[in-house]
């Protein structure tokens, strides 16, 4: 275990968790999802974002507080709730995680031909070599640290120059996040891009990383809460100025290319390079997003059996080689990318309750007395996730089998 005891291990650490959560969320998934739901929803998409990002600060910053002053995973705190529960939480987060990786691993290949011109499956298998190459490392969470951190100010960087171009109406949006034109009918937005930013194994992403550093106990409360909101609040501006770069270009009569609808942003405002930049774009949050992916996922299997707790670097590698293979052999999930999002929103209410009740377990937390307003604030996202899983299940069937 790292221990990360000086200021600035520390702050490397703080910027280490919040990159590996932000860059699990800003995948092809999220590209894909924020284009999409901006061309059908328009400005009063900017309330689905704002709502979500609420819902997300109550969701993570209760696991990510409970999770490490317990000095336990979250599938541990699962299973001292009620016994079993959180193996079914494990086994239902590495499928959300492999199944966003297998689209991961496409958006990389896709990002790759984008960029190089290479065939997408070929450029798949390079980005599982690049994530591979990673962990094999002797110091791989190090650099996973500093990937993750280079790679998402990138990201950010890229797709604000982009969102400044467009000169998006940000008077409408403004007004919309607050008003939007049909609130009921942003259920669906809602649950997938909550499901997309901390669902399922997002959530646990930075967690399990300050757990793993050694960064537990109430003496750390302040830095993990911080770490937390802090992470929310980025990945909710990246899909900001998503949004607004999309919103930009629909408001200028632009169709959004069906195939890639997140291509057409970068194409319009930056002419023919801007394809090449989102290829750039797009295979960044594709490797992060794997990396991210591969390690939160590899990390709820550790609780199962000493094995895999002794191994972990080779679990995390077999599981980007099979969801490269996956792909190679298989090609694009279609309709994956967004179905996955809505599976691991779905998935956040069991989670979600199971820890706010292990937070005033004593054979849990100890001592320590989690605050009303966080269980409150948690509830209140538990329910709000419940109402909207139990809305969107429908359109999720369709779309699987309609």
């Keep these: 275990m790292e221990q990360y005891n000086n200021t600035v291990n520390k702050r490397r650490l703080m910027l280490g968790a919040i990159f ?3 860059t699990s969320a800003v995948g092809p998934a999220f590209l894909t999802q924020t284009a999409v739901f901006t061309e059908q929803f328009a400005a009063s998409f900017a309330f689905a974002i704002i709502l979500s ?23 541990d705190v699962g299973n001292m709730v009620l016994p079993g529960l959180g193996s079914l939480i494990a086994i239902l987060i590495v499928i959300g995680g492999l199944a966003f990786n297998i689209g991961n691993i496409a958006g990389a290949g896709m990002g790759f031909n984008a960029l190089l011109g290479l065939d997408t499956r070929i450029g798949a298998i390079i980005a599982g070599v690049l994530a591979i190459i990673i962990f094999s490392s002797k110091n791989g969470t190090k650099v996973m640290d500093v990937v993750t951190q280079l790679l998402g100010i990138t990201l950010l960087v890229i797709i604000g120059i982009v969102m400044i171009k467009v000169q998006p109406p940000y008077q409408e949006a403004a007004t919309k996040m607050i008003i939007p034109d049909d609130p009921m009918s942003l259920v669906m937005p809602i649950i997938t891009i909550v499901g997309g930013s901390v669902g399922g194994y997002i959530t646990f992403a930075g967690a ?3 757990i793993e550093a050694g960064v537990t106990g109430e003496e750390n409360l302040d830095f993990v809460s911080k770490s937390a909101n802090i992470g929310i609040i980025t990945a909710g501006i990246m899909r900001f100025l998503l949004f607004l770069a999309a919103l930009g270009v629909i408001t200028a009569g632009v169709t959004l290319s069906k195939d890639n609808p997140p291509a057409t942003i970068f194409e319009y405002a930056l002419g023919d390079v801007g394809l090449r930049i989102f290829g750039l774009v797009l295979l960044i949050a594709a490797i992060t997003s794997v990396i991210g992916a591969a390690y939160t996922s590899a990390s709820f299997l550790r609780s199962f059996h000493p094995i895999f707790d002794r191994y972990n670097n080779i679990v995390i590698i077999g599981f980007i080689i099979f969801s490269t293979i996956v792909f190679a052999f298989i090609g694009k999930p279609v309709v994956l990318l967004i179905v996955a999002g809505a599976f691991n929103g779905m998935i956040i209410p069991i989670i979600l309750t199971a820890i706010l009740i292990g937070s005033r377990k004593k054979s849990i937390v100890g001592d320590y007395h989690h605050p009303t307003w966080m269980i409150v604030f948690g509830y209140v996202a538990v329910i709000i996730t419940l109402l909207a899983s139990f809305i969107s299940i429908r359109e999720v069937i369709g779309m699987l089998f309609g």
């Design 20 to 22: 590996l959560m932000v």
């Design 53 to 75: 990002v609420i819902i997300d600060i109550g969701a993570q910053l209760n696991i990510w507080r409970v999770l490490t002053v317990a000095n336990k995973r979250g599938q």
């Design 208 to 210: 399990h990383r300050l």
